[in-house]
């Protein structure tokens, strides 16, 4: 690391200073019995020639310090010899739904064990929202949500359980106030990323098209043939198929708790006979 300093001259000056990963293999060079770890957040963001630069070779597990093939390589500015211990971990996180990873996965699969990491609704396990007498099972809307986008999607775009965890840090009066705010900030908009505005599939994976009351509908679907009237008039001769479905946000229904619990409860038909 080097750091900027008004020297007293007026000119800039350089400080050579230890960066944060060496200081964590100078820690864990002086404690071998303990296990340290640099964590990289989104690190399939950045350049990993300049994330890494000569670590790429150093952090290989056969290339630490004290290893069969232990490489050192001498630090640019303080012209120091550097290995990396075998006790120090680099973890790298990365979201599977940003298609930049794979720019990423060649120079890094090699050295990096890949772990997967997919949301866990039984963290909300026993997590209720409660609202004018309705209960709203979390764990549950989460699971529902979760099977709907992997069916219309991929598993890799499913929403993960962080999106809620804050409720149980809430009192019970303030829990529905903070679920309205997720959706309307956060999963709806969402939905509209990975769907691409397609209406039709975000009202399914919310449930929208088997809640028989329309107020308790996040989507609203405005129908063909009032649309024919409205824009073209009786004598528009015009097959209501061929014009496109027209959809609304219906904003009202973030305040209505059983549009949430209509979100998993799905319809089923009855046959008799």
């Known amino acids: ?13 350089y400080e050579i200073k230890p960066g944060a990963f ?5 820690r864990a060079r002086k404690n071998p019995s303990r296990q340290y770890a640099m964590v990289i957040d989104e690190i399939n963001r950045g350049n990993i020639s300049k994330i890494f ?26 012209a120091e010899s550097f290995s990396v211990p075998s006790n120090v971990d680099v973890i ?14 060649t120079a890094l699969r090699r050295r990096f064990e890949f772990i997967e990491s997919m949301p866990k609704p039984s963290i909300l396990a026993g997590t209720l ?29 499913t929403v993960g359980h962080a999106y809620f965890t804050r409720l149980n840090d809430l009192t019970e009066a303030e829990r ?14 969402l939905l509209e990323e990975y769907f691409f505005e397609d209406w039709e599939k975000i009202r399914l994976v919310l449930g929208d098209n088997q809640k028989p009351k329309q107020e308790h509908q996040f989507v609203h ?47 089923h038909a009855v046959i008799a006979g």
Request: aromatic content about 6%.
């Open 53 to 78: 630069g000569e670590l790429i070779t150093l952090v290989e597990v056969d290339k630490r310090e004290g290893a069969k093939d232990a490489v050192a390589v001498t630090l640019p500015y303080s």
């Open 221 to 267: 679907e405005i129908g063909r043939e009032e649309d024919l009237l409205a824009l073209f008039g009786h004598d528009h001769e015009l097959d209501q198929y061929v014009v496109r479905s027209r959809y609304q946000l219906n904003a009202a229904a973030l305040d209505q708790p059983d549009a949430y619990v209509g979100i998993c409860a799905a319809r």
């Open 176 to 189: 529905f106030s903070e679920l309205k705010t997720v959706f309307r900030n956060k999963i709806i908009p």
């Open 92 to 105: 790298g996180t990365m979201n599977t739904a940003d298609r930049s990873l794979a720019l990423v996965d």
């Open 129 to 157: 929202v409660s609202h004018n007498g309705v209960d709203i099972d979390i764990e549950q809307l989460l699971t529902m949500l979760n099977k709907r986008i992997e069916a219309l999607y991929d598993r890799d775009h």
């Open 22 to 26: 060496l200081k964590l293999c100078d």
């Open 1 to 13: 690391d080097t750091e900027a300093a008004s020297a007293t001259n007026g000119e800039v000056r």
